[in-house]
Each structure stands twice: as structure tokens, then as C-alpha cells.
């Protein structure tokens, strides 16, 4: 019998073979096991946790992510496209802004915030909402803005009071007509349920209590805490329903307890959100104007109901001045009919025109190929009262050339809903300009302070228009010494952390009132608070070592 020759090749075949998937379980183990220097693993946010999965699953679900990826691109792009404009967004091109030489990262640049945060959280004497002595009803009056600050100094009367807040009525008889209820501007459950620590909030005044006793009452403006917990608390003894017949100004602006002022910030910045499809086409416009770069947020307050109220016809015809002359007139509850147009513009009361604010904008720097969306609603004059301002900023796009009839068919015949989009894209725009410090840019500006200082230049019409004069009678020239001039002038006005501003030397009763900056405007130092430097905390707590 012959002996079994030895056969060294399909050995070292096996051995290779236990090699190579030795070496693979390793090289697939170490993909989803990671070794640390420590025995004991770290704390890793969820957002790091991901599921173990098989090679062969990995590449599946990558294959899978980029396709989707693409797909959601493809959709997105043709979204954030407005479907009505055929033409892309301009390229960019060299700067060309009136003074020769601009920094373009410092046109956008927002001002340095100082480490101001929102600091709005009650404190620790804060309590639950204590057992309620009555129904508080507000019929809000105005405009969008004027309704939503009313609404949160309601929020606030209610708590100190001790009433039910039922969800207010907005106006419907205002200059705009907007039939538009709570609902179909703002989040209703969400205003309910952000404010269930703060006060009891319902929709609608309970049926037993239709025969209830029932006073409508006209709310002193600028109260304090003494004027409610005396004069309107004392109400609940013979009547069980409150109604508020207006909702602006009735709330102090300062000399109030710290908690009440942070509920006024809770409700105006988190519990009052617009309704979810404003949200989402708010969000839309937002996102084809950024398709264009950033992009200034200009509330162009040149609309007729603000002309005819303030009586500014500068750049009018004399038909023009007659009709809005008429329409103030005609307005019952516009007390001031009489105006001189000319002294209240040199007084920097009048609105810019849109041909004052393209010499404004190109003064500043920014170059004629800045996207400018206009918030606003219809301008006086039509298209051709904006040429001066078009022929400098081409790329001037509004919420009726980003989207399409269709798109905007919902909120189109509510002036409520269509000022909330405008108020959406203001918020996110990258610089945020007033032509005229009414309720909308006043409510702007204080959120933007409120969420970190954006950008906001709110000029000063009073010295504007004397250099715009100046240039009309041929004193002067655009160019660097003009450019430098209004540069200088808005240096200090761009939105920087500042205490609120109390009222004017000398003032008394009412107008001391009116003269304060509105709360509303300003936050600071109510709800927004200075983070302490990392060495500040290290200095004070080395103290408080050594003093104990």
C-alpha cells in the first residue's frame, strides 16, 4: 500500500482562506465598534446614536439617501422657484454701491449682541394660575400688529386680575375690513396650551353663562398693577364677564413686576404663532427670496390709509393730495384733519418715498444688484411710483411676484393674513429697514432684537430729508461725501443691544406715555439677559471660594 503524498498546496489554500475572513470579520467588526482610551464609553447625543446595520444594508441605505436626496434637491429647486417667473435670479456682479468702496461682508453683518439672550422663564414665587374670578373678553382693535401686542398685554391683564381669557376677537371693522377670526391668523391650541402655566385660556365664553352679569369697559391706557388689582378687580363683585372694548396701549410700559413683563415676552414671542399655513407659506417666500442671496426686508409704508392718516403729499399730485385729504376727512375716529404736509415731513413724521429710500439704500453702500422684497400692501401710485426705486434695485420681488395667484389665493382678500406673510419675511430677512416707524416696523424690530440683535437700520428721516433737499435744489451731489454723510448718521441705528427708552424730559400725563419707546419695540432689559463671560464665572466663583 502506498503511502498518501503529502500535498502542501490545497493546505496553504485553506489556511489563506481562514486568513482572509479573519481579517474581514475584524475590518467589518471595527466599522460599528469604536475603541476608546477609557473603559467607560461617553455620552453621546442621540443625534450620534445611530442604528447598527450590515455592510451590505449600509450601501443599500446610501444608495437609497443620495437618490432620495436628489429627488427632495429636485423638488425643492422647483418649489423655491416661483412658478409664474421663468427668469433665475440675477447672477452677482461687481459691487456698485454710491461710495465707491464697500465692504460687503459689513453691509450684512449684523450688530454685536453682547451675549443679550431671551431670558423669559417666571420665577421661583411664580405660581399656576389661581382660581379664577370671572370671564375677561377682548375685542382687539387696528392693524396686525397693533392686534398682536394688544393681545399680549391682555394675556398679562388677565393674570393679574385673576380671569378666563377667552381667545379675543380680532377687528373687522377697521380701515381693511378683514372678516379674518383668531384662528385663521394665529395657532389657536398653541396659544392655549403655551399659556396653560401662565392663564386659563378658552375659546369661547361657556353657554351658562350667556345670562351672566356683563360689563363692557373702555381700559385706561398705560396702566400699572394698582389700576387693575384696584379699579377693574373690583369689578368681579357685580359683574361675572369683563369685556374689553379696545386692546392697544392699555398696559404700561415699565414699573411692572418682573414676571408679568416676562409673560408679556412668553406670549408675544412663543405662544402667539401664526396659523400653520401662514407658517408654511411664510417659510416658502423665505426660502425663493434667499434662491436670490441675502436680501433686505424693506416695509415701504407708502400705502394710501398711511399717506391720508399722516398727510403726507411730498411728491404728490395736487389730485393726489385731494383724494387723501378726502379719505381723512371722511375717516370719523381720525382726530387731526387739518396737516400741513411740508412741516410734518421736516419734522421726520412723513413715511420715505420709494425714491427717498433708493438714494437711502445706495448712500449705505448696497449695490444695485440687492435683492429688496417689499412688505407692504398695495403702494399709492402702483408700479409707477416704485420706478425710481426699480431702476436702481432690479431685483425688487413682493410676496405677489414670489408666488402665484393661486398660491396666495387663500389670503388674499385678508389683509391680516396677507401682512403676517410679510411679517414672516421681515423676521428672516438679513437686514430689516423701516421707511416709517409705524406698528409693523416698531413690532419687527423688537422681535429681531428679541432673537439676537439681527440687523435692523431704522433711519432717521428728520436729517434724511434735509440732505435729500439739498441734493433736489443742487447744494449737493450723490458721491462719497454724501454717501459718508448718512453712513455716519445711521452708524448708531442698526439694531445693537440698548436699554428701552423711557419718556422725553418734561413730558406729562398722556404724552409722558406716549413718548416712552414701547415695550414691544424694545425687550431689553425685561426679557433679554447678559450671558456672563467664562471669566467673569471663573473670577466669582474663585471669590466665593476664598470668602468661605
Not at 185 to 192: G, Q, S, Y
Not at 369 to 387: C, K, V
Request: hydrophobic share 35%; with cysteine.
Amino acid at each position: 500500500m502506498h503511502k498518501r503524498r503529502w500535498r502542501p498546496v490545497p493546505l496553504m489554500r485553506k489556511m489563506l482562506t481562514f486568513a482572509i475572513c479573519t481579517i474581514g470579520t475584524l475590518a467589518l467588526f471595527s466599522v460599528h465598534v469604536q475603541f476608546f482610551p477609557s473603559s467607560k464609553l461617553p455620552d453621546l447625543p442621540d443625534l450620534y446614536n445611530l442604528p447598527t446595520t450590515t455592510a451590505t444594508t449600509q450601501l443599500h441605505d446610501i444608495t437609497k439617501f443620495s437618490r432620495l436626496e436628489s429627488e427632495q434637491e429636485q423638488s425643492l429647486s422647483i418649489e423655491i422657484t416661483p412658478p409664474h417667473l421663468s427668469k433665475p435670479p440675477l447672477p452677482s456682479r461687481k459691487l456698485d454701491g454710491a461710495s465707491g468702496k464697500v465692504d460687503f461682508a459689513k453691509l450684512w453683518k449684523p450688530p454685536p449682541n453682547r451675549d443679550y439672550r431671551p431670558c423669559v422663564d417666571s420665577s421661583y414665587y411664580y405660581t399656576f394660575p389661581v382660581e379664577s374670578r370671572g370671564y375677561l373678553l377682548v375685542h382687539t382693535n387696528g392693524g396686525l400688529n397693533q392686534m398682536r401686542a394688544g393681545i399680549c398685554d391682555m394675556v398679562a391683564v388677565a393674570r393679574i386680575i385673576n380671569a378666563t381669557l377667552v381667545v379675543p376677537e380680532l377687528d373687522k371693522r377697521s380701515f381693511w375690513q378683514d372678516s379674518s377670526n383668531f384662528s385663521d391668523v394665529f395657532d389657536e391650541e398653541h396659544f392655549i396650551n403655551s399659556l396653560a402655566n401662565d392663564v386659563n385660556v378658552i375659546k369661547k365664553l361657556p353657554k351658562e353663562m350667556a345670562a351672566a352679569s356683563k360689563i363692557v369697559k373702555h381700559f385706561r391706557s398705560w396702566s400699572g398693577m394698582e389700576y387693575y388689582q384696584g379699579e377693574i378687580a373690583s369689578l368681579w363683585k357685580d359683574f361675572q364677564v369683563i369685556r374689553a372694548a379696545k386692546s392697544d396701549s392699555r398696559l404700561a410700559n415699565n414699573n411692572l413686576p418682573s414676571d408679568i413683563q416676562k409673560l408679556r415676552c412668553r406670549a408675544c414671542y412663543e405662544a402667539l404663532q401664526f396659523a400653520p399655513r401662514i407658517e408654511s407659506m411664510g417659510k416658502l417666500l423665505v426660502a425663493r427670496m434667499r434662491s436670490y442671496g441675502p436680501y433686505i426686508a424693506l416695509h415701504l409704508r407708502y400705502e394710501k390709509d398711511m399717506l391720508a392718516f399722516s398727510g403726507c403729499t411730498h411728491g404728490l399730485s395736487s389730485a393726489e393730495a385731494d383724494e387723501l385729504k378726502k379719505i381723512r376727512e371722511d375717516t370719523v375716529y381720525w382726530k387731526v384733519k387739518d396737516i400741513e404736509s411740508e412741516e410734518q415731513r421736516l419734522k421726520g413724521y412723513c413715511p420715505l418715498t420709494p425714491k427717498e429710500v433708493a438714494l437711502f439704500l445706495a448712500a449705505l453702500g448696497y449695490p444695485s444688484n440687492t435683492p429688496i422684497y417689499i412688505a407692504s400692501g398695495e403702494i399709492y401710485g402702483g408700479d409707477a411710483r416704485l420706478g425710481d426705486l426699480q431702476s436702481r434695485y432690479p431685483i425688487l420681488m413682493s410676496k405677489e411676484k414670489l408666488a402665484s395667484v393661486e398660491e396666495l389665493e387663500p389670503f388674499t382678500d385678508h389683509a391680516s393674513q396677507m401682512a403676517a406673510l410679510d411679517y414672516i419675511v421681515s423676521i428672516e430677512s438679513d437686514v430689516f429697514i423701516p421707511s416709517y416707524s409705524g406698528n409693523m416696523a416698531r413690532a419687527v424690530e423688537g422681535h429681531r432684537r428679541f432673537l439676537g440683535h439681527r440687523k435692523t437700520i431704522s433711519p432717521d428721516r428728520k436729517a434724511l430729508v434735509r440732505l435729500f433737499d439739498k441734493l433736489e435744489r443742487g447744494k449737493m451731489k450723490e458721491g462719497e461725501f454724501f454717501s459718508n454723510r448718512i453712513i455716519e448718521i445711521h452708524k448708531r441705528r442698526q439694531g445693537s443691544p440698548r436699554k428701552r427708552k423711557g419718556p422725553i424730559s418734561g413730558t406729562k400725563g398722556m404724552d409722558r406715555f406716549r413718548s416712552e419707546e414701547a415695550f414691544y419695540v424694545n425687550p431689553l432689559p425685561d426679557c433679554l439677559c447678559q450671558r456672563q463671560s467664562p471669566r467673569l464665572n471663573a473670577s466669582l466663583t474663585s471669590t466665593s471660594v476664598a470668602i468661605r
